[in-house]
């Protein structure tokens, strides 16, 4: 179900790539971010 769920995703990547680069810029910002507070902690 959700490997399904995921292929749709990425065929919809794929057909909206100006989606693609805000998504990934927001996700890098926050593992870093979550990263950075468990090193502060």
């Keep these: 179900m959700a490997k399904n769920l ?15 680069l805000p998504m990934l810029i927001h996700y890098e910002n926050a593992s870093f971010l979550t990263i950075s507070r468990d090193v502060c902690n």
């Design 6 to 20: 995921f292929s749709k995703f990425e065929l919809f990547l794929i057909e909206h790539p100006k989606f693609l």
